[in-house]
């Protein structure tokens, strides 16, 4: 075999080496991606430069701005690093976020128990904490346990669960769980002394910060330092010959399920001790979904969902000044964001292909 | 040839350039305004050694679009009518401030915007942003704050907070323009059965929804002189505009009135689903109508179904409040304030009106007038004898109600159907 890659006329080009390189695609994806989204918003007659002028500052502009991206950034890294167990064992998870509204329906529940009573409240909080990781870990295990024994793609029975605990979350907001007289989709607010501690002057918790951190050391060091994280990606890469070399293949799945959905319930009972200090509709809010998309980008890498999931959701926190600023939809951001994906997803195709037959040319 | 290292170190630079680049132009962001021209420093000569007048900027949060031709739109016009009154005022806004369209930001963390923005006042639209407003007085108590329909600031009110010294409340009372809408329809209805399309349940849907039927009943009885009683059925969709797979679909609810033969709809919601509906049915041939609600032009999008429409000019209560900020005299107010009888549609004058629309015939407007009239001179529907839907007392026999009663009604009237409280 002929080792001298000059000898390959494909990878003489300038273009063939920023499409078969890891870094220099995914750069061009990125490039892509703004591109694209500058030309549709050029096309709505607006400065793509003051777009992305009005997003850095909405996100970055001042401290303010920048706690709130913090903040919004923990839920969204909780939901992506509990995707990582699924992913890591081929599954999809679509029942995030139903999981994550189960664990705060779970954790609110806790919070209504302990209402008025003299309970210390970090007790409270801990088990309330404790109460959506166990509701958010039930929801998952539905969805494995039919998929396991009930043949059911866990995508649709995900689906499936996802609309059942909207059902019941509407059921609690509009009916026993709503304020007194009121049905506004929303229950009363907590008393402050149920809700995380916050830096002063923000909306900042620091205790749900640092949940965050550990989350991120802890799961990269299961999936990336443990037996059990490397069975999970054998699972995921090959499940029959897994099961061939003695893997107990559907424990294992149901376990990234039962993990996925810890993380999806800590996001859900942090969602409502550490941020809204309510239940109420919507409260998930889309943190599965684009969860899944920071997923796909990490590649199953726990350490990279961190920036991923900062990036996205400092594009979406700055992207709520464009209705201030420019008259438009801060739902741009969710473009920007679908638009990475999928160009990411493009140039790591094309890589990958390019690859596979430079590799076919070098052999023959 | 270039090594990966090479490519790795360029793609590297070539992010960081981006990067970079994106903040090196630390512009101030644009401040969105209809706004008016900034103090000119170039004219005057003077003006070169003085600073440009700080302008004074008002901020609006609205629930819903602003062109959503209903309940945002009249709050925001109010906004802009208090701009025009105000010199060298600005005005700034962020609208669809709830959980469908932002569910990661909040109604406080929308207004920390506008507060950054360089906001002087923030109006709070909606009785939804509750507990914004909370938040947001708490973490600057000292920035006045405008609740559109709330109550914390009234001392004799059940939600009366009496910390938060920089909030006050803004409404006007729409009860008289229910009442009218709901004379509106008992004028007109040919089949006696009044449906309400109502939004969520909380006290002040409530009492508006009764002081329609109160209007309806007194219009059907004494003069129409039926003898019957009126069929009122009350909807509720679960939210103030239509969220697929949240609430009831409003064109459905209003179709499905139209189709039971209720062949006049009174719209609580801020969006037209009842009068596009009702022109949907009129353009089969059938004789239904709708009432709109919240702003003035909301029956234009189809005249000939609407019956009118009672609508809020917020400015008339906002720009007094709004002017005493910029003047440093602000207090603390809470503000429910009556029609200007003398002319309830004159816009510098009167909170709400009522603008007719050409579903309404001359004879029946005629009729309304009259109404209205007889409210300008104190009648008075929230009188006893009156019961709640359960039939337990509201008011014994020549009772008044109280502002509290009113504004706290905890169930429907004896004669609604509907659910008083969610289920």
Known sequence: MDKDKTKNPNQNSFLMHILTNRASSMTLAVILALLFTSLLVWIMKVNPISVFDTILSGAFGSTNNFTQVIQAWVPLVLASLGLMFTFTAGLWNIGMEGQIVMGSIFSYGIIRIFDGSDVSSALVIILCILAGIIGGAIWALLVGLLKNFGGVNEIFGGLGFNFIADAIMLFLVYGPWKPEGVANGSTKMLETRFWLPQVEGTYLSLWALGIAIVSVIVVTVILQGTYFGLKLKAVGKNNKSSFLLGIHTNRYMLLAFVLCGVLAGLTGALQVTGFNHVLRNNISGGYGYIGLMVGMLANIQPLITAPIAFIFIALSKGAAGLGIDLKLDSNLAGVIQGALVIFVLIMDGVRKVLNKRNKGVQSG | ?423
């Open chain 2, 1 to 423: 040839m270039f090594s990966k290292r090479i490519w790795t170190l360029v793609s590297l630079l070539v992010v960081m350039a981006l990067v970079l680049a994106a903040c090196a132009t630390p512009t101030a962001a644009p401040v969105a305004v209809e706004t008016e021209a900034p103090v000119a420093v170039t004219e005057a000569p003077v003006a070169a050694t003085e600073a440009p007048a700080e302008p004074f900027i008002i901020g609006i949060l609205t629930v819903g679009p602003i062109t959503d031709n209903g309940w945002s739109t009249a709050n925001y016009l109010g906004a802009v009518y208090a701009q025009s009154k105000i010199e060298g005022a600005e005005l700034i806004y962020a609208e669809n401030v709830n959980v469908a369209a932002n569910p990661n930001t909040t109604a406080a963390q929308f207004a920390e915007q506008l507060l950054e923005k360089g906001a002087n006042v923030i109006i709070f639209n909606s009785d939804d942003m509750k507990d914004g407003v909370t938040e947001f007085t708490a973490a600057h108590p000292d920035v006045p704050v405008i609740w559109l329909t709330g109550d914390f600031a009234w001392e004799d009110g059940k939600r009366y907070q009496p910390d938060m010294k920089s909030e006050s409340d803004v409404f006007a009372k729409m009860e008289y323009g229910k009442m009218m809408a709901g004379c509106a329809a008992a004028l007109t209805t040919k089949t006696g059965k009044i449906g309400f399309l109502g939004p969520l349940i909380n006290d002040e849907t409530r009492r508006l929804a009764a002081a329609a039927f109160l209007g309806a009943d007194y219009c059907w009885k004494s003069i129409r002189n039926e003898t019957t009683p009126i069929d009122f059925k009350v909807t509720w969709i679960g939210m103030w505009f239509n969220i697929p797979g949240v609430t009831l679909d409003p064109t459905q609810v209003a179709d499905t009135f139209y189709t039971d033969g209720y062949d006049v709809v009174i719209s609580g919601i801020d969006s037209t689903e009842a009068v596009t509906e009702a022109k949907k049915f009129r353009d089969q041939g059938e004789d239904v109508y709708a009432i709109q609600y919240d702003y003035e032009k909301a029956c234009d999008v189809a005249p000939d179904a609407c019956l009118g429409v009672p609508y809020f000019n917020w400015g008339v209560n906002l720009l007094p409040v709004i002017q005493s900020v910029k003047d440093g005299t602000y207090t603390r107010q809470f503000i429910w304030s009556d029609p200007d009888w003398s002319d309830i549609n004159n816009p510098d004058t009167s909170p709400i009106g009522f603008k007719k629309s050409e579903g309404l015939s001359a004879e029946n407007g005629a009729l309304l007038d009259q109404f209205i009239g007889e409210l300008a001179g104190g009648l008075n529907l929230w009188k006893g004898p009156l019961n709640y839907q359960d039939g337990t007392e509201f008011l014994a026999d020549g009772v008044e109600a109280t502002d509290q009663q009113i504004w706290y009604l905890p169930q429907l009237l004896e004669g609604m159907t509907g659910d008083s409280v969610a289920k």
